[in-house]
Nanobody
Framework: QVQLVESGGGLVQAGGSLRLSCAASGRTYSSYVLGWFRQAPGKEREFVAWSGGSITYADSVKGRFTVSRDNAGNTMYLAMNRLKPEDTGVYYC???????????????WGQGTQVTVSS
């Protein structure tokens, strides 16, 4: 199985930047695609990006957010630039066997990290 721990959330002004980290561990973590989802207050969880053999971004963050992974593949980063108030929410790291924009395809989830963007 895979264990996931997110970090790096916080409070930032609109137009600012944050970088989130997702640390993965477990015997088979290197076989998994890692993805980012977020959930804003009163809204459903939504796809942000995933990183595996390729990288896919949601249209809402394309051009502003960048996903990367370290050389060992055990840490995934989400660099968030030109942040907007609508980016506010709890950001979750997830692991699955294939890249998908659908949360149900991911088998493991981290605890989440809060991102708040003030106007």
């Amino acid at each position: 199985q895979v264990q996931l721990v997110e970090s790096g959330g916080g409070l930032v002004q609109a137009g600012g930047s944050l970088r989130l980290s997702c640390a993965a561990s477990g015997r088979t973590y290197s076989s998994y695609v890692l993805g980012w989802f977020r959930q804003a207050p009163g809204k459903e969880r939504e796809f942000v990006a995933w990183s595996g053999g390729s990288i896919t971004y949601a249209d809402s963050v394309k051009g502003r957010f960048t996903v990367s992974r370290d050389n060992a593949g055990n840490t995934m980063y989400l660099a968030m630039n030109r942040l907007k108030p609508e980016d506010t929410g709890v950001y979750y790291c997830a692991a699955g066997l294939r890249g998908s924009t659908v949360a149900a395809y991911y088998n493991y989830w981290g605890q989440g990290t809060q991102v708040t963007v003030s106007s």
